[in-house]
């Protein structure tokens, strides 16, 4: 079994900045790639962005250049640091870990971006 708790999010004025962190624990082996995703009220699921166990990255469009993803592998943690925070990057950001074609979710963390 595999527990995912995101810490982090809070409320921010725009062009703030947030770092999100989630701490994996379980099975959860060695080989695996975790992610941050978002869901905005009344929107879908989106990603925002991954890493890899081999710390290979991925972004998507939308915070992409205003956020950097990390991991440490010791502490079984991925970080989510973002700039540069708009509005619309108001939502609830899920931590995800991918193993062996499983998929895990946090319960996630609020970001709001308000003045």
């Known amino acids: 079994q595999v527990q995912l708790v995101e810490s982090g999010g809070d409320l921010v004025q725009p062009g703030g900045s947030l770092r999100l962190s989630c701490v994996a624990s379980?099975?959860?082996?060695?080989?695996?790639?975790m992610g941050w995703y978002r869901q905005a009220p009344g929107k879908e699921r989106e990603l925002v962005a991954r890493?890899?166990?081999?710390?290979?990255?991925n972004y998507a469009d939308s915070l992409k250049g205003r956020c950097t993803i990390s991991r440490d592998n010791a502490k079984n943690t991925v970080y989510l640091q973002m700039n540069s925070l708009k509005p619309e990057d108001t939502a609830v950001y899920y931590c995800?870990?991918?193993?062996?074609?499983?998929?895990?979710w946090g319960k996630g963390t609020l970001v709001t971006v308000s003045s």
């Open positions: 890493i890899t166990a081999a710390g290979i990255t």
């Open positions: 995800q870990l991918v193993r062996y074609g499983f998929l895990y």
């Open positions: 379980g099975s959860i082996g060695t080989i695996n790639t």
